[in-house]
């Protein structure tokens, strides 16, 4: 397998300013866009009700907090539209395509290139590709990413498929030379950005993901609470699992309200709080950190964004 370097360049004065805010209000859904790269017309199902997306386009779609199904050929799949405890944003990718994270880095401009390239040098990825015919691999700062839900603060981009590189950015340290900024491209946009910094010929990108049946699904773990040693560990995690199984059924603003009172600071210190007392009760086995730890790998990762694929 031949292995090709193609970096990108953007070295660029720095004079403007972007920044992100963040919306805490509350609420009792979530909007997303709906996009199709794809040069045909697809139709989605969500929730049994049929959505005709362009080519090349998308629709913005509410979804109320709660479970849902979506859709697409004959592939189906039960997801959580949910709260995010940051403000999160991203895209739901039904035809699973190839989408595009690239990494740059605005300078100033007496940066020579070798500095440059030390930049950039962590954040190359050999990305498989077939030219001509034949495969091959493309050094690129990018990562490629088509899972069904995109979300940015799982896979973080300063600016999005519709937002351009803006010519020029801002420093806020006294004494920068550099800011690292990433943008998410559909493919044929990607693919117009390598052509325009030298690539001549015709590039396919790999696209390989898993089935909908195959994606990672979020359940409740089966704990064993005859197992936990401590009395009050026990009712606490008997609590949390309740509330879970409350969780995935509940809509709405009471989803809000229980997922709030999950992943809150209270529950947090209570849940540690009660550590002391299963020691000072022997529980030598730590049956009880055993247990919380379970659901915290369960469910820790899906903090920071709106979408989970369930059973």
Known sequence: MKKVKYSLLLVCNITLVGCFGSDTSSSSSVDRMIDNPT?????????????????????NYT????????SYGDQSLNFIAKPSTTDSSGLINPTQSNYYLLTTFYTTSNVSDETYDKLIAKHLNSVPVIINGEQQELELPV???NDVFIERRKDFWDYSVDEPYPDEVTLRGKGQFQSQKIKLFRE???????????????????????????????????IQLDAIACKKGREFVETQLNDWNKFFTSTGKDLASLYKQLTSNETF?????????????????????????????????????NFFVTQ
């Not at 109320?64 to 199904?69: I, V």
């Not at 910094?197 to 049946?213: A, C, D, R, W």
């Open 269 to 305: 210190q209570k849940k540690h709080a009660i550590i002391k007392e299963c020691t000072s009760e022997g529980d030598t086995n730590q049956s009880y950190q055993s247990a919380t730890r379970q659901l915290e790998e369960a469910f820790d990762e899906t903090k920071q964004i």
């Open 63 to 70: 979804f109320d907090y709660g479970k849902h199904t979506l």
């Open 39 to 59: 040069p045909n017309e697809i139709k989605v199902v969500v929730d049994g009700k049929e959505l005709t997306i362009p080519a090349k386009s998308s629709v």
């Open 188 to 222: 044929d946009s990607f693919i117009e950005s390598l052509k325009s910094e030298g690539l001549n010929e015709k590039v396919n990108f790999i696209n390989q993901h898993p089935t909908f049946s195959e994606i990672k699904k979020y359940t409740i773990p089966n």
């Open 143 to 145: 990562k490629v990413i």
